[in-house]
Protein backbone atom coordinates (compact mmCIF):
# COMPACT_ATOMS: atom_id res chain seq x y z
CA UNK A 1 0.00 0.00 0.00
CA UNK A 2 1.44 3.53 -0.98
CA UNK A 3 2.25 5.94 2.28
CA UNK A 4 -0.89 7.14 3.59
CA UNK A 5 1.08 9.93 5.56
CA UNK A 6 3.77 10.73 2.75
CA UNK A 7 1.92 13.81 2.32
CA UNK A 8 1.71 14.82 5.52
CA UNK A 9 5.49 14.56 6.06
CA UNK A 10 5.73 17.41 2.75
CA UNK A 11 3.92 19.63 4.34
CA UNK A 12 5.75 19.49 7.76
CA UNK A 13 8.58 20.05 5.63
CA UNK A 14 7.19 23.53 4.63
CA UNK A 15 7.40 26.22 6.17
CA UNK A 16 3.28 27.68 6.38
CA UNK A 17 4.49 31.01 6.15
CA UNK A 18 6.61 31.42 3.24
CA UNK A 19 5.20 28.53 1.29
CA UNK A 20 1.33 28.33 2.44
CA UNK A 21 0.13 28.61 -1.11
CA UNK A 22 1.68 25.05 -1.56
CA UNK A 23 0.30 23.28 1.54
CA UNK A 24 -2.86 24.93 0.97
CA UNK A 25 -2.37 22.78 -2.39
CA UNK A 26 -1.58 19.78 -1.00
CA UNK A 27 -3.88 19.88 2.25
CA UNK A 28 -7.06 21.15 0.27
CA UNK A 29 -6.59 19.19 -3.66
CA UNK A 30 -4.68 16.23 -1.81
CA UNK A 31 -5.24 15.20 1.70
CA UNK A 32 -8.87 16.62 2.25
CA UNK A 33 -10.78 17.30 -1.12
CA UNK A 34 -14.47 16.35 0.07
CA UNK A 35 -13.66 17.94 3.88
CA UNK A 36 -12.84 20.91 2.26
CA UNK A 37 -15.76 21.55 0.07
CA UNK A 38 -18.12 20.34 2.61
CA UNK A 39 -17.04 22.87 5.40
CA UNK A 40 -17.06 25.82 2.64
CA UNK A 41 -20.66 24.92 2.19
CA UNK A 42 -21.77 25.31 5.82
CA UNK A 43 -19.26 28.02 5.97
CA UNK A 44 -20.89 30.40 3.46
CA UNK A 45 -24.30 28.98 4.63
CA UNK A 46 -22.93 30.21 8.05
CA UNK A 47 -22.24 33.59 6.83
CA UNK A 48 -26.10 34.25 6.06
CA UNK A 49 -26.15 34.31 9.86
CA UNK A 50 -25.57 38.45 10.08
CA UNK A 51 -28.21 40.14 8.78
CA UNK A 52 -26.46 42.92 6.97
CA UNK A 53 -24.68 40.14 4.61
CA UNK A 54 -27.96 38.31 4.07
CA UNK A 55 -29.77 41.50 3.34
CA UNK A 56 -27.68 42.39 0.70
CA UNK A 57 -28.13 38.85 -0.89
CA UNK A 58 -31.76 39.49 -0.79
CA UNK A 59 -31.39 42.94 -2.54
CA UNK A 60 -29.75 41.51 -5.32
CA UNK A 61 -31.83 38.38 -6.05
CA UNK A 62 -29.08 36.36 -6.67
CA UNK A 63 -30.07 33.45 -4.46
CA UNK A 64 -33.54 33.33 -5.04
CA UNK A 65 -32.92 33.21 -8.87
CA UNK A 66 -29.44 31.67 -9.63
CA UNK A 67 -28.42 29.94 -6.35
CA UNK A 68 -26.84 27.38 -8.09
CA UNK A 69 -24.59 29.84 -10.27
CA UNK A 70 -23.74 31.14 -7.43
CA UNK A 71 -22.62 28.78 -5.44
CA UNK A 72 -20.52 27.34 -8.43
CA UNK A 73 -18.66 30.81 -9.20
CA UNK A 74 -17.36 30.94 -5.47
CA UNK A 75 -16.70 27.26 -5.61
CA UNK A 76 -14.68 27.90 -8.87
CA UNK A 77 -12.91 30.85 -8.31
CA UNK A 78 -12.15 30.30 -4.78
CA UNK A 79 -10.91 26.82 -6.08
CA UNK A 80 -8.68 28.71 -8.84
CA UNK A 81 -7.11 30.56 -6.15
CA UNK A 82 -5.68 27.87 -4.69
CA UNK A 83 -4.88 25.28 -7.39
CA UNK A 84 -2.59 28.04 -9.32
CA UNK A 85 -2.21 30.26 -6.66
CA UNK A 86 -3.49 34.10 -6.22
CA UNK A 87 -0.34 35.79 -7.98
CA UNK A 88 -0.70 33.46 -10.98
CA UNK A 89 -2.41 34.35 -14.40
CA UNK A 90 -4.88 32.32 -13.56
CA UNK A 91 -5.49 33.42 -9.89
CA UNK A 92 -5.25 37.28 -10.82
CA UNK A 93 -7.64 37.35 -12.94
CA UNK A 94 -9.88 35.14 -10.61
CA UNK A 95 -9.44 37.82 -8.46
CA UNK A 96 -10.19 40.79 -10.23
CA UNK A 97 -13.72 38.73 -10.69
CA UNK A 98 -14.32 38.85 -7.24
CA UNK A 99 -13.67 42.25 -6.82
CA UNK A 100 -15.65 43.08 -9.69
CA UNK A 101 -18.43 41.71 -8.08
CA UNK A 102 -17.64 43.06 -4.79
CA UNK A 103 -17.30 46.05 -6.00
CA UNK A 104 -20.95 46.33 -7.27
CA UNK A 105 -22.33 46.49 -3.80
CA UNK A 106 -21.52 48.45 -0.47
CA UNK A 107 -19.89 46.00 1.53
CA UNK A 108 -18.59 46.97 5.11
CA UNK A 109 -15.01 46.23 5.53
CA UNK A 110 -15.92 44.29 8.54
CA UNK A 111 -18.57 41.93 6.99
CA UNK A 112 -16.00 41.05 4.25
CA UNK A 113 -13.85 40.21 7.22
CA UNK A 114 -15.73 38.04 8.89
CA UNK A 115 -16.45 36.11 5.74
CA UNK A 116 -12.81 35.57 5.06
CA UNK A 117 -12.36 34.56 8.71
CA UNK A 118 -14.59 31.79 7.62
CA UNK A 119 -12.60 30.41 4.93
CA UNK A 120 -10.02 29.65 7.18
CA UNK A 121 -11.42 28.42 10.48
CA UNK A 122 -14.18 26.68 9.62
CA UNK A 123 -12.40 23.92 7.41
CA UNK A 124 -10.32 23.71 10.26
CA UNK A 125 -13.34 23.25 13.23
CA UNK A 126 -15.02 20.26 10.42
CA UNK A 127 -11.72 18.84 10.04
CA UNK A 128 -10.83 18.99 13.71
CA UNK A 129 -13.94 16.55 14.26
CA UNK A 130 -14.20 14.82 11.02
CA UNK A 131 -10.56 14.47 9.16
CA UNK A 132 -9.02 11.46 8.30
CA UNK A 133 -6.26 12.53 10.41
CA UNK A 134 -6.11 15.59 12.24
CA UNK A 135 -4.61 18.74 10.81
CA UNK A 136 -0.88 19.92 11.37
CA UNK A 137 -0.17 23.49 12.40
CA UNK A 138 1.74 23.34 9.48
CA UNK A 139 -1.90 23.33 7.37
CA UNK A 140 -3.29 25.55 10.36
CA UNK A 141 -1.49 28.72 9.80
CA UNK A 142 -0.94 27.91 6.11
CA UNK A 143 -4.81 28.63 6.13
CA UNK A 144 -4.33 31.67 7.68
CA UNK A 145 -1.92 32.98 5.68
CA UNK A 146 -3.00 32.21 2.92
CA UNK A 147 -6.41 33.62 3.11
CA UNK A 148 -4.98 37.32 4.84
CA UNK A 149 -2.99 36.95 1.61
CA UNK A 150 -5.92 36.95 -0.90
CA UNK A 151 -7.55 39.35 1.92
CA UNK A 152 -4.98 41.81 1.54
CA UNK A 153 -5.69 41.66 -2.62
CA UNK A 154 -9.43 41.94 -2.30
CA UNK A 155 -8.81 45.01 0.23
CA UNK A 156 -9.55 43.92 3.52
CA UNK A 157 -8.60 46.25 6.09
CA UNK A 158 -7.91 45.19 9.46
CA UNK A 159 -7.37 41.45 9.07
CA UNK A 160 -5.51 40.81 11.85
CA UNK A 161 -1.66 39.56 12.07
CA UNK A 162 -1.74 36.29 14.54
CA UNK A 163 -3.82 33.02 13.71
CA UNK A 164 -5.62 33.17 17.12
CA UNK A 165 -6.35 36.85 16.87
CA UNK A 166 -8.17 36.21 13.82
CA UNK A 167 -9.82 33.24 15.26
CA UNK A 168 -11.00 35.65 18.49
CA UNK A 169 -12.13 38.27 16.14
CA UNK A 170 -14.57 36.08 14.42
CA UNK A 171 -15.57 34.59 17.61
CA UNK A 172 -16.66 37.91 18.97
CA UNK A 173 -18.30 39.09 15.55
CA UNK A 174 -20.67 36.23 15.48
CA UNK A 175 -21.55 36.38 19.03
CA UNK A 176 -22.34 40.51 18.25
CA UNK A 177 -23.84 39.82 15.11
CA UNK A 178 -25.48 36.98 14.61
CA UNK A 179 -29.23 37.26 15.11
CA UNK A 180 -32.69 36.28 13.78
CA UNK A 181 -33.92 38.51 10.43
CA UNK A 182 -36.67 37.37 7.95
CA UNK A 183 -33.37 37.90 5.49
CA UNK A 184 -31.61 35.36 7.13
CA UNK A 185 -34.48 33.16 6.85
CA UNK A 186 -35.16 33.55 3.23
CA UNK A 187 -31.63 32.91 2.14
CA UNK A 188 -31.45 30.01 4.27
CA UNK A 189 -33.81 28.77 2.78
CA UNK A 190 -33.07 29.20 -0.69
CA UNK A 191 -29.60 27.32 0.33
CA UNK A 192 -31.26 24.59 2.06
CA UNK A 193 -33.22 23.98 -1.15
CA UNK A 194 -30.03 23.93 -2.91
CA UNK A 195 -28.60 21.69 -0.60
CA UNK A 196 -31.37 19.30 -1.27
CA UNK A 197 -31.68 19.25 -4.71
CA UNK A 198 -28.47 17.58 -4.94
CA UNK A 199 -29.20 14.71 -3.63
CA UNK A 200 -31.58 11.90 -4.89
CA UNK A 201 -33.46 11.81 -1.43
CA UNK A 202 -36.60 13.17 -0.60
CA UNK A 203 -36.33 16.61 0.15
CA UNK A 204 -37.96 15.88 3.47
CA UNK A 205 -34.88 13.60 4.54
CA UNK A 206 -32.33 15.76 3.10
CA UNK A 207 -33.50 18.94 4.94
CA UNK A 208 -33.44 17.24 8.44
CA UNK A 209 -30.30 15.56 7.44
CA UNK A 210 -28.63 19.15 6.91
CA UNK A 211 -30.54 21.18 9.73
CA UNK A 212 -29.17 18.69 12.14
CA UNK A 213 -25.37 19.64 10.82
CA UNK A 214 -25.86 23.20 12.49
CA UNK A 215 -25.59 24.68 15.93
CA UNK A 216 -27.58 26.58 17.94
CA UNK A 217 -26.54 30.01 16.87
CA UNK A 218 -27.53 28.88 13.40
CA UNK A 219 -30.34 27.62 13.48
CA UNK A 220 -31.40 30.51 16.15
CA UNK A 221 -30.32 32.88 13.48
CA UNK A 222 -32.13 31.42 10.52
CA UNK A 223 -35.40 30.35 12.73
CA UNK A 224 -35.01 26.73 11.85
CA UNK A 225 -36.00 24.03 13.94
CA UNK A 226 -33.34 21.63 15.49
CA UNK A 227 -33.23 18.50 14.99
CA UNK A 228 -33.38 15.76 17.45
CA UNK A 229 -30.00 14.96 18.78
CA UNK A 230 -29.98 11.30 17.95
CA UNK A 231 -29.70 12.77 14.04
CA UNK A 232 -27.14 14.74 14.61
CA UNK A 233 -25.39 12.12 16.48
CA UNK A 234 -25.76 9.58 13.55
CA UNK A 235 -24.78 12.44 11.37
CA UNK A 236 -21.68 12.91 13.37
CA UNK A 237 -21.06 9.45 13.72
CA UNK A 238 -21.61 8.23 10.03
CA UNK A 239 -18.59 11.41 8.60
CA UNK A 240 -16.42 9.78 11.53
CA UNK A 241 -16.73 6.16 10.08
CA UNK A 242 -15.87 7.65 6.46
CA UNK A 243 -13.07 9.07 8.42
CA UNK A 244 -12.02 6.02 9.33
CA UNK A 245 -12.48 4.46 6.08
CA UNK A 246 -10.34 6.84 4.43
CA UNK A 247 -7.57 6.12 6.56
CA UNK A 248 -7.23 2.90 4.76
CA UNK A 249 -7.25 4.36 1.58
CA UNK A 250 -4.69 5.52 -0.42
CA UNK A 251 -3.16 8.74 -0.76
CA UNK A 252 -4.68 11.30 -4.13
CA UNK A 253 -2.44 11.21 -6.97
CA UNK A 254 -4.18 13.90 -8.50
CA UNK A 255 -5.32 17.20 -7.03
CA UNK A 256 -9.40 17.58 -6.95
CA UNK A 257 -10.01 21.82 -7.01
CA UNK A 258 -11.24 22.89 -10.12
CA UNK A 259 -11.67 19.70 -11.86
CA UNK A 260 -14.46 18.76 -10.17
CA UNK A 261 -17.81 18.20 -11.53
CA UNK A 262 -20.26 21.28 -10.90
CA UNK A 263 -23.50 21.88 -12.27
CA UNK A 264 -23.86 25.40 -13.90
CA UNK A 265 -20.34 25.11 -16.26
CA UNK A 266 -19.81 21.31 -16.88
CA UNK A 267 -17.16 22.09 -19.52
CA UNK A 268 -14.80 24.24 -17.08
CA UNK A 269 -11.81 24.36 -16.92
CA UNK A 270 -10.82 23.66 -20.58
CA UNK A 271 -13.47 25.92 -21.99
CA UNK A 272 -14.05 28.56 -19.19
CA UNK A 273 -11.40 31.60 -18.13
CA UNK A 274 -12.27 32.99 -14.61
CA UNK A 275 -13.46 35.86 -16.17
CA UNK A 276 -16.55 34.06 -17.63
CA UNK A 277 -17.68 33.42 -13.97
CA UNK A 278 -19.71 35.60 -11.88
CA UNK A 279 -23.51 36.76 -12.32
CA UNK A 280 -23.65 39.10 -15.67
Partial sequence: ????????????????????????RLSTG??????????LEFALFRTYCV????????????????????????????????????DSPRGREALRVVNRLHGRHDISNDDMRYVLSTFVYDPVDWLDRFGWRPL?????????????????????????????????????????????????RRIGQYTLDLFCSWYPLPKAVTSRAVLAMLDKPMLDAFGFTPQPRWL????????????????????????????????????????????DLGAP
Avoid: C
Fill in 1 to 24: MADRFALRRRITSLDPETDHAEIM
Fill in 30 to 39: HEFPWDYVRA
Fill in 51 to 86: PSISALLAKTGEFERRAQQRYDDTALLMGELVEHGY
Fill in 136 to 184: TDHERLAAFHFYRAVGARMGIKGVPDTYGAFRAFKRAYEAEHFAYSETN
Fill in 232 to 275: TTAGHRALRLRARALLLAGPRKHPLLTNRPNRTYPAYPTGYRPS
